[in-house]
């Protein structure tokens, strides 16, 4: 079983919809959480960065953790079509050392 | 440079031959890590530079993958009598000292074809 838990998708939605993409995780000892985005061809950017459990918001997209349950999201609002793209959660248990794990990524589509 | 830069960005490769992929991180940036995408997979941890040195090369899948950093700056990666489960998309990020993970800045990769 993998540390980190990402439906592959693919998920198509109307532009305007609400999006939710999630990860499931099994290590406790992780407390950093983010989400990249990737475009096709390209490498990851982050898009979230969130520090233990709680909310975050940053304009359309709000990233929520909840080391309880060891799940985390990341929620879209009035989706766009320049928001298709696959969006990987990452996590890691040091602030500043070693790697990130990653889940396998969601392929997003939204249709104008 | 502004960004990270991968060189090549594609690679055809027959099975069998050594390939090496080039990472120029961003200027200062002491740390630097390869990862590995395969297609319709998350990103797996190869390799881990702090200055020159690798504390963590733990995700080389074996022993014909190898990496070395010269000069605190570029990175090659080499792989050695490529096998076909190989191809995949190969990316490099770095981070400045004392940066948090959350500062990754990542290059566009090298997409690897072995034939």
């Known amino acids: 079983q993998k540390e980190v838990e990402q439906d592959p998708g693919p998920l198509s939605v109307p532009e305007g919809a609400i999006v939710s993409l999630n990860c499931t995780y099994s290590?406790?000892?992780?407390?950093?959480f983010m989400w990249y985005r990737q475009y096709s061809r390209k490498g990851p950017e982050l898009l979230m960065y969130?520090?233990?459990?709680g909310n975050k918001e940053d304009g359309r997209f709000t990233a929520q953790v909840d080391k309880s349950s060891k799940y985390i999201s990341l929620f879209i609002r009035d989706s766009q079509p320049s928001d298709s793209a696959t969006y990987l959660c990452a996590m890691s248990a040091k602030s500043n050392t070693g790697k990130l794990i990653f889940g396998q990524g969601t392929t997003l589509q939204v249709k104008p | 440079g502004a960004g990270v830069s991968q060189s090549p960005s594609n690679k055809v490769t027959e099975k069998g031959k050594d390939v090496e992929l080039r990472c120029d991180p961003i200027s200062g940036h002491t740390a630097l890590y390869w990862y590995r995408q395969s297609l319709g997979q998350g990103l797996e941890f190869l390799i881990y530079?702090?200055?020159?040195?690798?504390?963590?090369k733990s995700g080389l899948p074996s022993d014909r993958f190898s990496a070395e950093r010269t000069g605190g700056s570029v990175s090659t990666l080499t792989i050695q009598r490529t096998q076909q489960e190989d191809s995949a998309v190969y990316l490099c990020?770095?981070?400045?000292?004392?940066?948090?993970?959350?500062?990754?800045?990542f290059g566009s990769g090298t997409r690897l074809t072995v034939v």
């Open positions: 290590n406790s000892a992780f407390q950093y």
């Open positions: 990020a770095s981070l400045s000292k004392g940066g948090a993970n959350y500062g990754y800045t």
């Open positions: 969130t520090y233990s459990s």
């Open positions: 530079f702090q200055g020159n040195s690798a504390p963590d």
